[in-house]
């Protein structure tokens, strides 16, 4: 449950920040990428896009039988 939520978090604050770039490309005078809400926004981003990577890259070791086991 816990991981689908950040992976519907991930989507929600992907999408953000694709609406921040298109509209600081249109009027860069608002400031959307480089103010420090945005900044922040961003690093929650990241984290979770770190907790989400990280998990799918372990998750097929867990998966897998032991050595000597199959």
Known sequence: ???R???HLC???????????????YNPM????????????LLVFCVISLILSIRQAV???RNKAPLGYD
């Not at 989507?11 to 490309?25: E, G, K, R």
């Not at 608002?30 to 926004?41: G, L």
């Open 1 to 3: 449950m816990f991981f």
């Open 5 to 7: 939520i950040l992976s």
């Open 11 to 25: 989507i929600v604050l992907s999408f953000t920040f694709l609406i921040f770039a298109v509209l600081d490309w």
């Open 30 to 41: 608002m400031n959307f990428t480089t103010n420090v809400v945005s900044y922040k926004i």
């Open 59 to 61: 998750q097929p070791l």
